[in-house]
């Protein structure tokens, strides 16, 4: 087993790379912690997996969790989706997010430009 807490990388709609950390099981999701500590007006369906604001692409790492149907609805919407998207709300915090890289997608996308 990993040892707590768990450190990511996330790259924000600024194209700021920022660390984070966490411990096992501290929050429900991946969004709450990131709305929790870091980021602002994020999850407008507060986890249900409807609306698809808090879309992320994984850059590094994997994640064993399995897609619900819900999910894979939500993201089958959004335009910029891949094979590498994925909701945030549906990402338990745990040992798997330790090392993981990934980019918060938004619609005021700056810093990829």
């Not at 700021?16 to 929050?27: F, K, L, M």
């Not at 915090?93 to 918060?104: D, T």
Request: charged residues 25%; glycine residues 6%; aromatic residues 10%.
């Amino acid at each position: 087993m990993k040892p707590e807490p768990y450190t990511f990388t996330y790259i924000d709609e600024f194209g700021h790379t920022n660390s984070a950390a966490c411990r096992q099981n501290e929050y429900h999701s991946l969004m709450e912690l990131l709305f929790d500590k870091y980021l602002q007006e994020w999850g407008d369906c507060k986890g249900r997996a409807w609306c698809g604001t808090c879309h992320i692409q994984i850059l590094e790492g994997s994640l064993s969790s399995k897609m619900q149907q819900e999910e894979k609805q939500t993201l089958s919407h959004l335009d910029d989706a891949c094979a590498q998207s994925r909701l945030a709300c549906q990402i338990p915090v745990n040992a798997e997010l330790h090392n993981l890289v990934f980019k918060v997608i938004t619609e005021n996308d700056y810093g990829s430009k």
